[in-house]
């Protein structure tokens, strides 16, 4: 079976003037246009390709990378908008369409969206969608607290940020607990700080408890060597100029120091800190 919106790995089955091409095990097939061909490669050979619908909603096979497949999200820009909808670049040449019904505030050509590729149960074309609480739930959850996922950046409130978590739950991250520049579309690490009773998930952008330790001292080292191995930070410095700095709390920069001072790594004095 082949499956639209997503990377599949199939055969080469036989070669045409117009591409390959391709089947699964299934013995469905799908053409690999000329322009997607590599220059080596035979009858037999197995590809990797993503495969969705060409302008005239035929399945095809590209070797191109899109920027999100089905059933994920994606941080798109808007290419156009008209009649229909707006249409996003994601990669192909075949913009993918997100519905006025499907956009929680009018997209504006030129902006960028996070929103969620998925199959329209209808029509079976690959849609997009920025009515992103249709595709999370934290009613049953897939994590556990201090477990790594990864974050998805969407939305800033008065608490903090609003993320996805795994590209299946939402949760937060708060204000006074970042320190570092993040913007909508960003991702990156993060960890289940708390699991309320609601089942809201607060996140933590560094690992939680003693695995605090280890990331915050070799941030500090590397800072430290980076500048000839003085750095002029100590327990009395400004918090804001730690986290100017080293994108860090006050305290997590003193437990760091306290690793580095333990392993002999460092000097404390009076200046700041020096690498020993």
């Not at 909603?57 to 941080?75: D, M, Q, S, W, Y």
């Not at 913009?95 to 499907?102: A, G």
């Not at 902006?111 to 992103?132: A, P, T």
């Not at 709390?249 to 690793?259: E, I, M, Y």
Request: net charge negative; aromatic share 8%; glycine share 8%.
């Amino acid at each position: 079976m082949i499956e639209l919106g997503n990377y599949n790995e199939l055969e080469v089955l036989r070669d045409t003037s117009v591409g390959l091409f391709l089947g699964s095990n299934t013995g469905t097939e799908i053409l690999l246009p000329n322009k997607y061909v590599p220059k080596v490669i035979d009858i037999g050979d197995m590809i990797k390709v993503f495969c969705y619908l060409d302008h005239e909603e035929r399945p095809v096979a590209t070797t191109l990378t899109p920027h999100v497949i089905r059933n994920k999200f994606g941080f798109l820009q808007v290419a156009e908008v008209n009649k229909i909808g707006a249409f996003l670049d994601w990669g192909l040449e075949k913009h993918l369409l997100v519905p006025f019904s499907e956009q929680r505030d009018k997209m504006k050509e030129g902006q960028w969206y996070v929103v969620r590729c998925y199959m329209d149960e209808v029509s079976f074309r690959l849609v997009g969608s920025n009515k992103l609480d249709k595709f999370i739930s934290n009613d049953e959850l897939t994590v556990r607290e201090r477990e790594e996922v990864e974050l998805l950046f969407t939305r800033l409130t008065d608490l903090g940020w609003e993320v996805i978590i795994n590209d299946e739950h939402k949760g937060l991250v708060y204000s006074n607990e970042i320190y570092k520049h993040v913007a909508v579309g960003d991702r990156t690490k993060g960890y289940i700080k708390n699991i309320r009773p609601d089942n809201k998930l607060d996140i933590s952008l560094q690992p939680i408890g003693e695995k605090l330790l280890e990331p915050a001292a070799e941030a500090i080292y590397k800072k430290l060597m980076a500048h000839g191995g003085y750095l002029a930070l100590h327990d009395k410095s400004d918090p804001a100029l730690i986290k100017r700095e080293l994108q860090m709390s006050k305290k997590t920069f003193k437990k760091g120091v306290g690793t580095l001072y333990k392993e002999r790594k460092i000097e404390i004095k009076d200046d700041g800190i020096h690498a020993i």
